[in-house]
């Protein structure tokens, strides 16, 4: 079963997860309130989520302890494979773990008093300073889809993803006020050789925005290039010191880590990057049908592949990351948007809180193939349940469609606007004086109105959320300008965007830099396929 089983890498992807903290310098000030209520335009940058609202949770301290307990005697009896890999079999053994095969038992506690050495709140520095983001605490980063290896494209063709494709979606993340993080693979460029587009990826990443972002995690010699990468763009010692790199270690659910993920999982925990270790769960085939079921085998797989990291190196950052999803008892395919997914994320988020760990879950997901009404209902169900998780890391949070498998241009617009209103759900309610506006009561009185009172007049501009995708005009109005749906909205403003777009400044020498690194290590290898 599991060598059978896709990852959430697999999925959607048949091949392949400086200093300062905050916005765009206009944190705080009238424009960026703006653009967090009109849901921005290109260069409105917000900065990552800090929110004031407090988690939703669904289990009592009986309810944790139980799962914690489970989980723990799963670590122990049923143990968790770590797969083709001697060396990472060895650290364990020498840890005190119980090795047979390619199995480990763990004694109790063993996994958690490793976990003391992992940070609960680290930063990932951006090239760009002001773009750095905090992954933990009261934190929220907002990333792009990753992994599809389609595209539903601006002419509505469904296609197989091309490195043009890669990097317009980094363009548009990197625009985007609500994205905060520029992601991975955000859809898997088909017409590069396997075994090189990493580099091409990797490259786009840093030189078409100036967001964090995600590294390759498909062979370690990958992973080994995207830190050699960063070294580059960063410099070897600041490297070494900080996290700029965050990347997506999947468990092959149920209960193995192989050889691939181990790698780079190694290679990242090394080099002092974050390694998020995620449980890819379809619940009913690679975890039991139940809730409690399945957040007790989540936890038991994080903690063995979270404490690993540790093992390889004291102190690497590292994430409590889960995926869950439902399928269909008749059919076997995935379902999103319903309500036991939510549960899991609920639950994994507070035991990833007991843990000290950051938490990655969720994101805009569907099954939806285009971006109709149930795109929209099942990605606003996960993405509200995310949010309110308490969730540190939301990768998938724009473009995704299909279960994974496309990445949608029109959907990522959709998307973004979405979590714009996300972010200011979670801003703090204003209790200033102008926030409890008691003059503009004063000043209308019983029985007449506010429209045209001082107050009102004063914030307008900056009371409420403005959609940047919704039409809520006249239906005179509407019909006068061409009775355009949603997605061809959507569609007209991802062409804008990517008419308007500029590349931010890149040093020439770093630049050089990477291109003739990249231009080696394509010629180091022939070009492979598969």
């Given at each position: 079963m599991n060598q059978n089983v896709p990852t959430e890498q697999e999925v959607a992807a048949p091949s392949e997860g400086r200093r300062g903290r905050g916005g765009r310098g206009e944190r705080g000030g009238a424009s960026a309130r703006r653009a967090a209520r009109s849901g921005g335009g290109p260069g409105q940058q917000l900065t990552y989520i800090r929110r004031s609202i407090k988690p939703y949770e669904v289990l009592d301290e009986e309810g944790l302890s139980l799962i914690e307990a489970n989980a723990d005697t799963i670590l122990e009896e049923v143990g968790i494979e770590f797969r083709d890999d001697p060396e990472a079999l060895k650290l364990w053994k020498e840890a005190g773990a119980e090795v047979k095969a390619d199995r480990v038992h763990f004694p109790k506690g063993l996994c958690r008093e490793l976990l003391k050495t992992a940070p609960s709140v680290f930063t990932q520095h951006a090239r760009n300073p002001e773009r750095s983001v905090q992954i933990g605490g009261d934190a929220t980063v907002f990333a792009p889809v990753y992994g599809p290896p389609f595209v539903r494209d601006l002419e509505g063709t469904r296609r197989y993803a091309t490195i043009e494709d890669f990097r317009n979606f980094v363009k548009?993340?990197?625009?985007?006020?609500?994205?905060?993080?520029?992601?991975?693979?955000?859809?898997?460029?088909?017409?590069?050789?396997?075994?090189?587009?990493?580099?091409?990826?990797?490259?786009?990443?840093?030189?078409?925005?100036?967001?964090?972002?995600?590294?390759?995690?498909?062979?370690?010699?990958?992973?080994?290039?995207?830190?050699?990468?960063a070294r580059i763009l960063f410099g070897e010692k600041f490297v070494e010191e900080n996290t700029v790199v965050i990347n997506l270690i999947n468990a092959n659910s149920p209960m193995v880590f192989d050889e691939t993920m181990l790698g780079a999982a190694k290679v990242y925990a090394r080099a002092n990057q974050a390694c998020i270790i995620t449980p890819f769960i379809l619940a009913g085939a690679m975890s039991p049908v139940t809730v409690a079921g399945t957040l007790t085998q989540v936890l038991a797989e994080v903690m063995a592949g979270a404490a690993f990291t540790q093992l390889v190196r004291p102190g690497a950052p590292v994430l409590f990351g889960t995926f869950a999803s439902s399928i269909s008892m008749q059919s076997g395919a995935p379902t999103f948007g319903t309500p036991e997914p939510s549960l899991v994320s609920y639950g994994a988020a507070q035991l990833a809180r007991r843990l000290g760990l950051p938490f990655r879950t969720g994101g805009s997901l569907t099954g939806s193939k285009v971006p109709d009404a149930q795109a929209a209902y099942e990605s606003a169900n996960t993405l509200n349940s995310t949010v309110l998780a308490g969730t540190n890391f939301v990768l998938h949070a724009a473009g995704w469609l299909e279960g994974g498998l496309a990445s949608s241009y029109e959907k990522f617009m959709m998307d973004i606007d979405q979590l714009g209103m996300q972010q200011r759900m979670c801003e703090p309610l204003d209790l200033s004086e102008n926030g409890q506006a008691m003059d503009a009561i004063r000043e209308v009185g019983p029985g007449s109105h506010y429209l045209g009172c001082a107050h009102t007049q004063a914030n307008f501009q900056t009371a409420f959320y403005r959609s940047s995708i919704a039409d809520n005009n006249s239906y005179e109005q509407w019909s006068a300008e061409g009775e355009k749906a949603a997605n061809q909205r959507a569609n007209q403003l991802a062409r804008n965007w990517l008419d308007a777009y500029q590349a931010p400044a890149l040093d020439e020498g770093i630049d050089e830099a990477l291109n003739d690194f990249v231009a080696r290590r394509k010629e180091s290898m022939p070009d492979a396929f598969a």
């Open positions: 548009l993340a990197y625009m985007a006020p609500s994205i905060h993080h520029s992601g991975g693979t955000v859809c898997e460029p088909v017409d590069v050789p396997v075994n090189k587009r990493h580099l091409d990826m990797v490259y786009a990443h840093m030189r078409f925005s100036d967001k964090p972002f995600m590294g390759s995690v498909t062979a370690p010699d990958r992973a080994e290039d995207t830190v050699s990468m």
